[in-house]
């Protein structure tokens, strides 16, 4: 990634205190990680290392070690590890800074580890454009022949959920605001970029759909903000 998304996401996580729930995407688990395993379960074989790719503080990472043997979470933000390694250094889970556009460590990662499974919410949407193709073909390099991915990004709709909502007042959605104060603006795909990204990397894709991501944000009235996601599982084209 480029500099300035480098370090804009390490400002963010640097500001944050070491608790759970302080991020618009911190969610329980309940309605993530684990309500996600229902579209992912019967593709991922169990004996192979399972990669949270943007594991941020590591709320998923953690929820996803009960179910696997090996959960590796990781973020090119070393504020983020941080954050994961204070609230989850007892999940059983392994925290390492990588930055997904960087295929030469994605190669090196895969040449340790083998093929893996890979997590990833909320990734590919944030990275500049041109570095996107790199991080489809790392994802590509950590699958390997065997592995198998469920990424999930904004939906289209995530673009003016978020206009509406921060427009209802000044101190409307405070958490979705401290992501645009480090100048973390979300962007909403058009319908099939996902796809098209992975496809670059010769990925194909089994299986495709929509859910909801539960934020942690709330609303004037008290009502929680909700953000309309797609999602994919991807494999190596065979």
């Known amino acids: 990634m480029t500099q300035p998304v480098n370090t804009n996401w390490q400002g963010f996580w640097s500001d944050l205190p070491h608790e759970r729930g302080l991020a618009v995407w911190d969610s329980a688990p309940g309605v993530t990680a684990t309500a996600h395993l229902p579209l992912f379960e019967q593709h991922f074989a169990i ?3 399972l990669l949270d790719v943007g594991c941020g503080n590591g709320t998923q ?12 979470g990781l973020d090119f933000a070393p504020a983020a590890i941080e954050h994961a390694r204070s609230l989850y250094g007892n999940a059983g889970v392994e925290f390492r800074v990588f930055d997904l ?3 030469e460590a994605a190669r090196a990662l895969h040449a340790e580890i083998g093929d ?3 997590y990833m919410r909320g990734v590919l949407h944030q990275m500049p454009d041109e570095r996107r193709a790199d991080a489809a073909a790392s994802l590509a390099a950590l699958l390997g022949a065997t ?4 990424a999930v990004e904004l939906a289209p709709a995530a673009g003016g959920v978020i206009k509406e909502a921060m427009g209802q007042s000044d101190t409307s959605v405070p958490k979705m605001r401290l992501v645009f104060k480090h100048n973390l603006t979300p962007a ?3 319908e099939g970029k996902l796809e098209v990204v992975l496809r670059g990397a010769d990925l194909d894709i089994v299986d495709a759909g929509a859910v ?4 942690t944000d709330t609303l004037p009235d008290g009502s929680r903000l909700d ?5 994919v599982v991807a494999r190596t084209a065979r």
């Open 116 to 118: 893996s499974n890979i």
């Open 188 to 190: 909403a795909w058009e």
């Open 212 to 215: 909801t991501l539960q934020s």
């Open 227 to 231: 953000f309309p996601m797609n999602y």
């Open 61 to 72: 990472s953690a929820a996803l070690a009960e179910p696997y043997p090996r959960v590796i």
């Open 147 to 150: 592995g198998h991915l469920f």
């Open 47 to 49: 004996d192979l290392p």
């Open 101 to 103: 556009a960087d295929v």
